[in-house]
T-cell receptor
Framework: SQQGEEDPQALSIQEGENATMNCSYK?????LQWYRQNSGRGLVHLIL?????REKHSGRLRVTLDTSKKSSSLLITASRAADTASYFC????????????FGSGTKLNVKP | DAGITQSPRHKVTETGTPVTLRCHQT?????MYWYRQDPGHGLRLIHY???????DKGEVSDGYSVSRSKTEDFLLTLESATSSQTSVYFC????????????FGNGTRLTVT
């Protein structure tokens, strides 16, 4: 399986601090994506990074990708209580790009 | 939000009964997916479709079948529900996995008693 695995499983920080989540995967990828899930809802796409990219930014989000280590990180800067959610990485394989494989997620709690 | 509707939103059924979950999209996207979400397992792919009448298995397809007779609808059927299929089921769509993200429905919470 090329399922990604997030680390840590849970993260608790104070509002205003930065939050970093990591994702590792097993096989070569076409792209990697990060999603957010609020309790009881469907996942919402945050950012997509292709295998030939090393870093992408979107607002307070910064994603890095290291294909040599098969890992990615998501940084949320200046976190807010509203960022409290679960965050998932998903990979699309290089050889079979029809499927999205998800990790088990990081549960982020931002305390006001 | 992308136009994805899952029905029903909640269902309680008994072991051994057939169950069909429906996913309807208004985005005309080619790819449609069914995932299940369980604590500690994240989202696991059950089946997906890459076109009308074109489907393939995912990681956890045993006990499930799917059908896609038209672009907008993707049905997931549990032929004979078991307690291990108690889960939250999500439908998702994508224009192209190579460069486009998944858009998710709000899920169906299925309880098999």
């Amino acid at each position: 399986s090329q399922q990604g695995e997030e680390d840590p499983q849970a993260l608790s920080i104070q509002e205003g601090e930065n939050a970093t989540m990591n994702c590792s995967y097993k096989t070569s990828i076409n792209n990697l994506q990060w999603y957010r899930q609020n309790s009881g809802r469907g996942l919402v796409h945050l950012i997509l990074i292709r295998s030939n990219e090393r870093e992408k930014h979107s607002g307070r989000l910064r994603v890095t990708l290291d294909t040599s280590k098969k890992s990615s990180s998501l940084l949320i800067t200046a976190s807010r209580a509203a960022d409290t959610a679960s965050y998932f990485c998903a990979t699309v394989g290089r050889d079979n790009f029809n499927k999205f494989y998800f990790g088990s997620g990081t549960k982020l709690n931002v305390k006001p | 939000d992308a136009g994805i509707t899952q029905s029903p939103r909640h269902k309680v059924t008994e072991t051994g009964t057939p169950v069909t979950l429906r996913c309807h999209q208004t985005e005309n996207h080619r790819y449609m997916y069914w995932y299940r979400q369980d604590p500690g397992h994240g989202l696991r792919l059950i089946h997906y479709s890459y076109g009308v009448k074109d489907t393939d298995k995912g990681e956890v397809s045993d006990g499930y079948s799917v059908s896609r007779s038209k672009t907008e609808d993707f049905l997931l059927t549990l032929e004979s529900a078991t307690s291990s299929q108690t889960s939250v089921y999500f439908c998702a769509i994508s224009e192209s996995p190579e460069g486009s993200p998944l858009h998710f429905g709000n899920g169906t919470r299925l309880t098999v008693t």
